[in-house]
């Protein structure tokens, strides 16, 4: 499936197996279905949770739609079924079913700002600098949902941007963006996560970690490197757990909340280093391949395998 005016960020689904096991689409399988394709995702749970997501992003999406944007979202909305539909003709149905879906989920996020920024706490200066946590964000104001959604637009027309969703909620994500603009550092790239504080010690960061660096490595990146603001213990573990290691310490590089504040320098060496590289290959033409259903979902099984996320932290 083709990207729509250039939008599409990458979804990681991370559902509780059990939840999963339950999951049923937004329309009534009892009832005579006129398409093959709805027939397999009553069949399968995966399918109908990607549904049920669907619909409840639609919804929010016309919710936030001016009236004379209602009519083409239908429009476009019937346009994407059609296209949904014709997954039946290929040879690998649920892949192809599935990506339908986190293309159109991540279209209607992008553009109708479904994304939501992360909360204004972690930005304002409320107590202490040395107990400071919104410190690791150098930004003083909150970005706004459309600040949200041009960072999201301006990220992929080349570089990933994972989401992990859970109960209809985004608990973080992470995206990569160039390491320096000259043409020589394309092979290199920023890598930057976040997840929200009531998901912590859930495996959340190292799935979506999981999946982005898959993702650059497939798109032909060599070196990735992530700047963490000190000290931050948990997001030095979370980087080194999935190999990153530190490169060095910028000393007294931000000011914010009263107080100077170190950033360190970790990287991680993506693949074996070549002489005369391909330019790595944007996320459109690379969202074309049969490999990319896999790369999305990568990471979410160190979710679903490893903690519940209905259960508290522990």
């Known amino acids: 499936m083709g990207t729509r005016e250039g939008v599409g960020a990458v979804l990681l689904i991370a559902v509780p197996a059990l939840a999963l096991a339950q999951a049923k689409p937004s329309f009534d399988c009892s009832q005579k279905l006129t398409s093959s394709v709805e027939q397999r995702i009553c069949r399968d749970p995966r399918l109908a949770e990607l549904d049920r997501q669907l619909a409840d992003v639609y919804a929010a999406a016309r919710a936030r739609a001016t009236e004379a944007d209602k009519h083409s979202l239908t429009d476009s909305q019937r346009g994407w079924v059609k296209g949904r539909n014709d997954c039946w003709k290929g040879a690998d149905v649920p892949p192809c079913v599935a990506a339908a879906y986190r293309d159109r989920i991540s279209e209607l996020q992008v553009r109708y700002g479904l994304i939501p920024a992360v909360g204004t706490g972690r930005y304002l200066c409320t107590g202490p600098p040395t107990q400071e946590l919104t410190a690791e964000f150098f ?3 909150p970005p706004t949902a459309s600040d949200m959604r041009r960072r999201v637009e301006e990220t992929l027309r080349f570089y990933p941007w994972i989401v992990c969703e859970h109960e209809g909620g985004v608990v973080g994500y992470a995206y990569a963006a160039a390491h320096r603009v000259r043409a020589a550092y394309r092979w290199s790239v920023d890598t930057s996560v976040y997840v929200d504080a009531a998901f912590h010690r ?3 960061g190292r799935a979506l970690y999981t999946s982005l660096l898959g993702i650059l490595v ?3 990146h060599f070196n990735a490197y ?6 931050n ?3 030095v573990a979370l980087h080194e757990s999935v190999g990153f ?3 060095g310490v910028y000393r007294n590089v931000g000011y914010k909340c009263g107080a100077w504040h170190d ?3 970790w990287e991680v060496g993506l693949q074996a280093h070549r002489l005369s590289p391909s330019p790595p290959v944007a996320i459109d033409v690379l969202r074309q391949e049969r490999s990319w259903p896999s790369l999305v979902a990568a990471g979410a099984s160190l979710v679903r395998e490893r903690d519940d996320l209905s259960r508290p932290p522990g």
Request: charged share 20%; glycine share 12%.
């Open 139 to 141: 930004e003083t104001d």
């Open 202 to 204: 859930r495996r959340v």
């Open 218 to 220: 497939t798109q032909g």
């Open 226 to 231: 992530a700047g963490i603001t000190l000290p």
């Open 233 to 235: 213990p948990a997001s």
């Open 245 to 247: 290691r530190p490169l």
């Open 263 to 265: 950033v360190g320098w």
